[in-house]
């Protein structure tokens, strides 16, 4: 990105020149997340599906480590699919 800030031309719109990467950046990093290993994947496959995998697996991660407190935490409200 550094390289592509530098190659622009002085007077040209720096908002239109970065707006489309950056929107691409940012719709790549909606379907990603910020978890390392779904990064990870991401710079590895680059395959939403993958993604989707790792992120539910994460979930169930959650749900049963929430269930371990259930004396604590309502272990029902925790559950992410209707």
Same mark, same amino acid.
């Given at each position: 990105?550094?390289?592509?800030?530098?190659?622009?031309?002085s007077?040209?719109d720096?908002?239109?020149?970065?707006h %489309?990467?950056?929107?691409?950046?940012?719709?790549?990093?909606?379907?990603i997340?910020g978890?390392?290993?779904c990064?990870?994947?991401?710079?590895?496959?680059a395959?939403?599906? %993958?993604?989707?995998?790792?992120? %539910?697996?994460?979930?169930?991660?959650?749900?049963?480590?929430?269930?371990?407190?259930?004396?604590?935490?309502?272990?029902?409200?925790?559950?992410?699919?209707?």
């Open positions: 990105m550094y390289q592509y800030f530098c190659s622009v031309k007077g040209k720096y908002v239109s020149a970065f %489309e990467r950056m929107t691409d950046h940012y719709r790549k990093y909606l379907i997340g978890m390392p290993e990064v990870q994947s991401w710079v590895n496959n395959a939403p599906e %993958e993604i989707t995998a790792i992120q %539910e697996e994460i979930i169930s991660f959650y749900e049963n480590d929430f269930t371990k407190h259930s004396g604590k935490v309502n272990s029902g409200r925790v559950h992410t699919k209707c």
